[in-house]
Structure formats: structure tokens, C-alpha cells
């Protein structure tokens, strides 16, 4: 089936729409992107997402193309178009086209694009048997807080860890996790507190790690912000990822080492059930 895709004021079927050579998101990745989560052909976290791809563009100097009133229109519509159920919307603004050049017009048009995946959100099996991880230097740009697409690190290390037999990575700075390769990371200690890394901008600023500490916090669940190792988060409890396309995720194992059980934690798995069901609550209530 061919997708319906939006291009700078277009619907267009996947494989006609074009974007110029020289534009700077594809010569220089001078361009932000968010990925928003849908459940039933609705959107969750949908305000944490607009905020924070308002705070990334500011960032570096992009002007947003639409209003958010017409934004939240778009994703409606590329997700009723594409008779989305459950899968991700992704969108990118990139800086604009002109000739090639380290330095930029101020009047640049930025691009807009927006497509949409379909991916089992729910029944994703990593939940049930979790993400065996490996650690890797964190060698990303500093300030990772912003959401750029440059994002060939995290590729490269991705297929080092695929390569390797592993799941995934967590990167590791001066000795300290700052989060995985696309996801925060969290653990949960042996006394039952959920540990996770405080924000900053060695790590990005996730909407759905924003929502999992609120619940966590609602739940009178013990939560602390603070850096950690490779060796604690090996000696936890328990050990998750967050993000919009995977939730919440156990991870069972760091560089061959099982943390608690080697199998999914119970309060992971409950944190994640929690969240799924406050999100759709949320998003069949807007």
C-alpha cells in the first residue's frame, strides 16, 4: 500500500515527493524531527512532542512553518488519511534549500515533511523477553538535548550491537550512563527506586520518560535524578527503556551480565502497563 505523505503544503503518494539536493537538512543534517505515537488512531504525548520540537527549533534559529493548531490538523489528517491504527507519525523540519554553504540565508523557507509507519506498539515481543544491551563510548555531538537528526552515531552503534548479538546500546560518558541509543535508559534499584539520569544536555529530554516519572511519582514509587555506571545498573533490580515508539521496555542484560532475574522486571512491566493505559486514557479524552 502506498502512503499519502506531507511535503511542504502537499499530500502526496510516497514516491512523489521530492525534496531539493541542496537542501540543508540533507547536505549539512540541519533539521529536527519528532516521532509521535498512535494508539487506535489516536495521538499520545501529542503536547509534549509539540513542545519539544518548539524548543529544538528555537535552538537553532528554525522558524516554525505553521501554526500548532494547524500542526495538530496535519497529524490528524496524515493519520486519517493513512488509516494509521497503531504506528508512529514522524515529522521533520529542515532548515531549507539553497546552494551549499556553512553559512545560511536568514530567509530561508524551512521544509516540512511528515510520513507515517505502522508498528505493533502493543503486542511489540521485547516486552516479554526484554533488550539485551551493550555499552559503547558516547561519541554524539553535546548537545544531544536538541532533536537534530544526526543521528549516524546512534545508527552505527545500533548495527554494532545487532552485529554483536546484542539489542541495543547504552552509551556511556566519563564512566556514567547518559541514556541509549535512541531511548532514556532507567534502572531500578534493589531497595525499589527507579534511577534515572538528570536532564541535561548530555542526554535528550524524553516526553515519554517526562510521563513514566510523573506516574512512577503518582504511584508512590521512589524516583531520583541522578548520573549512575555500568556496574550499578548491572547490580539493579531492574532496567528499562523509554521512548515514543517503544514505552516502556525491559532490558534483561549489560554486556552479558543479567540484571535481577535475566527476565523482564515486574515493576517495569507494571510502569508499563500503567503508562499505555494513562496514555490512552489521555488521548480518547482530547
Given at each position: 500500500m502506498t502512503r499519502t505523505v506531507y511535503l511542504n503544503g502537499q499530500w502526496l503518494p510516497e514516491d512523489q515527493a521530492k525534496v531539493s539536493i541542496f537542501d540543508r537538512g540533507y547536505v549539512f543534517a540541519d533539521a529536527i524531527y519528532e516521532v509521535t505515537a498512535v494508539i487506535g488512531?489516536?495521538?499520545?504525548?501529542?503536547?509534549?512532542?509539540t513542545a519539544r520540537l518548539k524548543r529544538s527549533l528555537e535552538a537553532i534559529g528554525i522558524s516554525m512553518p505553521v501554526s500548532e493548531d494547524e500542526l495538530l490538523d496535519l497529524h490528524h489528517t496524515i493519520v486519517e488519511k493513512n488509516g494509521l491504527d497503531q504506528g508512529l507519525v514522524y515529522l521533520q523540519i529542515s532548515r531549507g534549500a539553497e546552494d551549499r554553504n556553512f553559512l545560511f540565508s536568514d530567509n530561508l523557507t524551512p521544509t516540512l515533511s511528515m510520513f507515517t509507519q505502522v508498528v505493533p506498539l502493543l503486542a511489540n515481543p521485547k516486552a516479554e523477553t526484554g533488550l539485551a544491551v551493550i555499552s559503547m563510548p558516547d561519541g554524539r555531538w553535546?548537545?544531544?538535548?536538541?532533536?537534530?537528526?544526526?543521528?549516524?552515531y546512534s545508527s552505527l552503534a545500533k548495527m554494532e550491537a545487532k552485529n554483536r548479538g546484542a539489542d541495543d546500546v547504552i552509551f556511556v560518558e566519563d564512566g556514567l550512563i547518559t541514556e541509549a541509543s535512541s531511548a532514556n535508559f532507567h534502572i531500578i534499584t534493589k531497595s525499589g527506586v527507579l534511577v534515572t539520569r538528570q536532564l541535561s544536555n548530555a542526554l535528550l529530554h524524553g516526553i515519554t520518560r517526562s510521563s513514566v516519572l510523573s506516574l512512577a511519582l503518582t504511584a508512590q514509587l521512589k524516583v531520583e535524578e541522578r548520573a549512575f555506571s555500568?556496574?550499578?545498573?548491572?547490580?539493579?533490580?531492574?532496567?528499562?527503556?523509554?521512548?515514543a515508539g517503544a514505552f516502556v521496555m525491559p532490558v534483561v542484560s549489560i554486556d552479558g551480565t543479567s540484571i535481577g532475574d535475566g527476565k523482564?522486571?515486574?515493576?517495569?512491566?507494571r510502569i508499563r502497563e500503567i503508562y499505555i493505559e494513562d496514555q490512552l486514557s489521555r488521548a480518547m479524552a482530547r
Open positions: 488512531g489516536k495521538l499520545l504525548d501529542y503536547p509534549g512532542h553535546a548537545n544531544r538535548q536538541i532533536k537534530t537528526v544526526q543521528l549516524l555500568v556496574e550499578e545498573a548491572q547490580d539493579a533490580a531492574e532496567a528499562f527503556i523509554t521512548s523482564p522486571g515486574k515493576t517495569t512491566l
